[in-house]
Nanobody, 127 residues
Framework: QVQLAESGGGSVQAGGSLRLSCVASGYTDSPNSMAWFRQPPGKEREGVAQ????????YYADSVKGRFAISQDNAKNTVYLQMNSLKPEDTAMYYC????????????????????WGQGTQVTVSS
């Protein structure tokens, strides 16, 4: 059974940093892409960052470009999200996702393209 386990969330002040981790296990067919989504209170889930496991191509939502960085350690089956210069509007539940995403859909962040999801980790940024 596929499991995605997120960690690293917490509470920080605006301008601070956090690094989220997502450890994947139990794959039978490995996904070609991992991503981070977030869901702010009362809002819909939105894509934040995506990486293709082969080659490392990355995509970011406009709202986080230049502040967030997604990376991977394939030997550890782990994906990271380094979040810098955090803002109160970054407050959300952050979810790790994995799936088979065609390359032409890179950066489109369609949740239905990701078949596996973690339970989420809360990030709270205070002003």
């Amino acid at each position: 059974q596929v499991q995605l386990a997120e960690s690293g969330g917490g509470s920080v002040q605006a301008g601070g940093s956090l690094r989220l981790s997502c450890v994947a296990s139990g794959y039978t067919d490995s996904p070609n892409s991992m991503a981070w989504f977030r869901q702010p209170p009362g809002k819909e889930r939105e894509g934040v960052a995506q990486i293709y496991t082969a080659g490392g191509r990355t995509y970011y939502a406009d709202s986080v470009k230049g502040r967030f960085a997604i990376s991977q350690d394939n030997a550890k089956n782990t994906v990271y999200l380094q979040m810098n210069s955090l803002k109160p509007e970054d407050t959300a539940m952050y979810y790790c996702a994995a799936g088979l995403v065609p390359l032409f859909k890179g950066g489109m962040f369609f949740p239905r393209d990701f078949g596996y999801w973690g339970q989420g980790t809360q990030v709270t940024v205070s002003s």
